[in-house]
């Protein structure tokens, strides 16, 4: 019993080893997130007590959204070419704009202010080596869309430079920028889920088969 114990955690740990390997390289992104769909989805019990359902995904998405929808993502992800700011996401002073990658336009760099950590001190300049908007040719805009319409603009490979459901589930665990939601600088509120229970939404919605809300 003991003995047959022992291969079991030998063999689980090399499981794991083996897809942090995988998704770190960054080499076949592809075959990385289908392993990992496969391998998670065949001991979870709740997979096969629920099989995959398109009202399973829809819930899923709609609990995600609401980080999605909120000031720390949707400021950087608006409708026009100028970030947002502050939980009433008003449109960002001194007239700084997106720029074509993101970066802001001539003298008004985001990294004129926006330092490499966040500035302490309420109403100072958050901060993230990576501190941009979303490049002009692929603005990935939250503002102003309901659940449906951005579900449907994050798998549309015209839209989302051309990024497999896996590789989306990817950057939103992963991503320095998005992780900085939940580490904003003072006087920020955080989004609504933890960032675990919003990567797990993200899955659940992935391994439901990815349907949209309406
Ligand atoms: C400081 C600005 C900033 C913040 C804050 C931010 N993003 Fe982004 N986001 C970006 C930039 C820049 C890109 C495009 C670059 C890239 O794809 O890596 C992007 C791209 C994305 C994408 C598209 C990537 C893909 O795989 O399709 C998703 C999804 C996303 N962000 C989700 C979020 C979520 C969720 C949050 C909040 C928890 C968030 N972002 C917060 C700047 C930001
Ligand atoms: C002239 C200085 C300056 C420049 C240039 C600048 N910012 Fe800011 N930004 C600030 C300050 C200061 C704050 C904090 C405002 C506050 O919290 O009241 C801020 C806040 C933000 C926020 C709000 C974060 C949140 O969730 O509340 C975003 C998003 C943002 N900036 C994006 C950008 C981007 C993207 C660029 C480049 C395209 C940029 N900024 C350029 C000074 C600047």
């Not at 490499?116 to 979303?134: E, F, Q, R, Y």
């Amino acid at each position: 019993m003991l003995k047959n114990w022992k291969v079991w955690v030998a063999a689980g740990s090399f499981v794991v080893l083996g897809m942090s390997a995988g998704a770190w390289s960054g080499q076949g992104r592809n075959a990385a997130g289908e392993g990992m769909a496969s391998r998670g989805s065949a001991p979870s019990s709740e997979a096969a007590a629920n099989p995959p359902s398109d009202a399973a995904a829809e819930a899923a998405f709609a609990r995600a959204w609401t980080v999605f929808a909120s000031p720390r993502c949707m400021n950087c992800h608006p409708a026009g070419d100028a970030p947002l700011q502050g939980d009433d996401s008003h449109v960002h002073t001194q007239d700084v704009k997106r720029g074509p990658a993101g970066r802001g336009l001539y003298g008004m760099k985001c990294h004129t202010c926006h330092q490499d950590a966040n500035t302490p001190g309420l109403n100072m300049p958050p901060g993230n080596p990576k501190w941009s908007l979303p490049p002009a040719n692929l603005k990935m805009v939250i503002q102003g869309e309901t659940a449906g319409e951005f579900c449907r603009q994050l798998k549309n490979p015209a839209m989302n430079g051309r990024r497999t459901v896996e590789q989306v589930i990817e950057h939103v665990s992963k991503d320095d920028l998005v992780g900085w939601a939940w580490d904003p600088g003072d006087g920020r509120t955080l989004p609504p889920l933890s960032r675990a229970e919003f990567v797990a939404a993200m899955k659940k919605w992935a391994d439901n088969g990815a349907a949209c809300p309406k």
